[in-house]
């Protein structure tokens, strides 16, 4: 059975960092890419960010800038650094994995990820 958990979430001042993280198990986590989304209240789940199996980061446009992500194969679990948070960045925060090695084209879609954690939350007050 694949379990993603997340942790690290919390309520921080517009300005702060956050790290998360994503401890898998059930998969062969090396082979899978991790990818980041987050949803706000009331709105769709957008990408943040990913780090291929093969090695590569891919970040959006809104948070490239601001977050960064990493994997530590040996502990199965991915991060997400994330600096000079704003309000706006609240919301839920998701890992998911995404299979094959071709994924360039899939790495922004959330459809495209076969297994997902349940979220940790991320509150940013101003």
């Known amino acids: 059975q694949v379990q993603l958990v997340e942790s690290g979430g919390g309520l921080v001042q517009a300005g702060g960092s956050l790290r998360l993280s994503c401890a898998a198990s059930g998969l062969t986590f090396r082979s899978w890419t991790i990818g980041w989304f987050r949803q706000a209240p009331g709105k769709e789940r957008e990408f943040v960010a990913a780090?291929?199996?093969?090695?590569?980061?891919y970040y959006a446009d809104s948070m490239k800038d601001r977050v960064a992500c990493s994997r530590d194969n040996a502990k199965n679990t991915g991060y997400l650094q994330m600096n000079s948070l704003k309000p706006e960045d609240t919301g839920v925060y998701f890992c998911?994995?995404?299979?094959?090695?071709?994924?360039?084209?899939?790495?922004?879609?959330?459809?495209?990820?076969?297994?997902w954690g349940q979220g940790t939350q991320v509150t940013v007050s101003s």
């Open positions: 998911a994995a995404l299979g094959g090695i071709e994924v360039d084209s899939r790495i922004h879609s959330a459809r495209a990820y076969s297994y």
């Open positions: 780090f291929r199996s093969t090695a590569g980061t």
